[in-house]
C-alpha cells in the first residue's frame, strides 16, 4: 500500500514504515493507481487530480488541503474517509477577512484608484471601530476572525448551525442581520447553505451594510446581490464569487461599493507550512494504524 503526497519536502518527516510517492496533481501518474491506500490530494479545485479516486480499488483515507470538500464527494469512492483541512485556512481566511471589511470600510478601494488616476481623493470614511460584526459560521474560520478583531473596538454576534453559549442558530439570523454593519459568511457549502444569502436575507441587512464573503460564492445568490450593489443600498467585498471566475462584463466587475479578491483566502505565506505540518501529522496517524482527524465522510475507526 502506497501513500502520494503533492510535496517533496514532507518526505524526510514522514514515518519509514511508509511507502510514499510525490504527486503534484499534473503530468504523468508516479505509480499504479490499484496500490494507493492513502491520497492526499494537490491544494487546487481542479478536478484532473480527483479522476484518479475512482481507480484506486486499495483507497482507504483521502486527505484534503482545503476547508470545503463539496468538489470532492462526486470523485470520492464509497466507504473511503475524507478528512478535510481541519484548522488549516483559519489564520490566513480570518486575516484576509478582516483585511477586506477594513479595506472596504476605509475606502482602500477607492484610494488605490486615486493613485492610478493621480487624484487626491480626500474624504471622510467609515472606521471599523464602533461597528457590529456578524459572524455567520461560527467554527474553527469564524473564530479566529473574532481573534482578529479583537482590538478593533467592535461588538460581534456570532450565528452557527447549533446555539450554544454565546452563539446563536440559524433560526436566530433574521432578528440579527438588522442589527449587524458587517455580515461575515464563514459556512461551508452544503445543500442547507447553498445560496443561503438570498434575496430576503439581504433585504434584512440595514442600508449600507456590508457583506464579507470568505466561504464559497455559491453561499450568496448572485442574482440577488447584483441589484442591492448596483443600487448602492449594500456593499459587499468577496473572496468568492459565482460563477467564479466571474466574465467579462459581469455587473459585480463594476458595482459602487464592491471590493474582489481571486479566491485567495487560504493562499498565502501561512498555508505551506500549516499544510506540511498536517499532512505529517496525518500520515504519522495512518503508519500508528490511528484514525485520523478531521474526518468529514467515512468511519472514524482505526484506518
Not at 24 to 38: C, K, N, S
Amino acid at each position: 500500500m502506497r501513500v502520494w503526497v503533492p510535496y517533496p519536502e514532507v518526505l524526510p518527516r514522514l514515518p519509514e514504515s511508509l511507502a510514499v510517492d510525490v504527486y503534484e496533481g499534473t503530468g504523468e501518474l508516479p505509480g499504479p493507481l490499484e496500490a494507493v491506500g492513502f491520497y492526499v490530494a494537490p491544494y487546487t479545485f481542479d478536478p484532473g487530480p480527483l479522476e484518479p479516486l475512482l481507480k484506486m480499488p486499495a483507497l482507504r483515507v483521502v486527505q484534503t488541503l482545503t476547508a470545503g470538500y463539496e468538489h470532492v464527494l462526486p470523485y470520492l469512492p464509497d466507504g473511503v474517509t475524507l478528512c478535510n483541512a481541519g484548522r488549516l485556512h483559519d489564520t490566513s481566511t480570518a486575516e484576509l477577512a478582516v483585511t477586506l471589511m477594513l479595506a472596504a470600510r476605509r475606502g482602500i478601494p477607492d484610494f488605490v484608484r486615486g493613485q492610478d488616476a493621480g487624484q487626491w481623493r480626500h474624504r471622510r470614511w467609515e472606521s471599523l471601530a464602533d461597528a457590529t460584526v456578524l459572524i455567520v459560521g461560527y467554527g474553527g474560520i469564524g473564530a479566529a476572525v473574532e481573534r482578529r478583531l479583537a482590538g478593533f473596538e467592535v461588538d460581534v454576534l456570532r450565528v452557527a448551525r447549533r446555539p450554544r453559549a454565546g452563539v446563536a442558530g440559524l433560526a436566530e439570523l433574521p432578528e440579527l442581520l438588522p442589527r449587524a454593519d458587517v455580515v461575515v459568511i464563514c459556512v461551508p457549502l452544503t445543500e442547507a447553505t447553498r445560496r443561503m444569502v438570498d434575496a430576503g436575507f439581504l433585504a434584512r441587512m440595514r442600508d449600507g451594510g456590508l457583506l464579507v464573503n470568505v466561504a464559497r460564492g455559491a453561499v450568496v445568490d448572485t442574482a440577488a446581490l447584483v441589484p442591492e450593489v448596483v443600487g448602492g443600498r449594500l456593499r459587499a467585498a468577496l473572496d468568492v464569487t459565482e460563477p467564479e471566475p466571474l466574465p467579462p462584463g459581469h455587473p459585480l466587475w463594476t458595482a459602487p461599493g464592491v471590493l474582489l479578491s481571486p479566491h485567495v483566502g487560504g493562499n498565502s505565506t501561512a498555508f505551506l507550512p500549516r499544510a506540511h505540518q498536517l499532512i505529517v501529522d496525518q500520515l504519522g496517524r495512518f503508519a500508528a494504524g490511528e484514525p485520523p482527524h478531521h474526518v468529514v465522510v467515512g468511519p472514524t475507526v482505526p484506518v
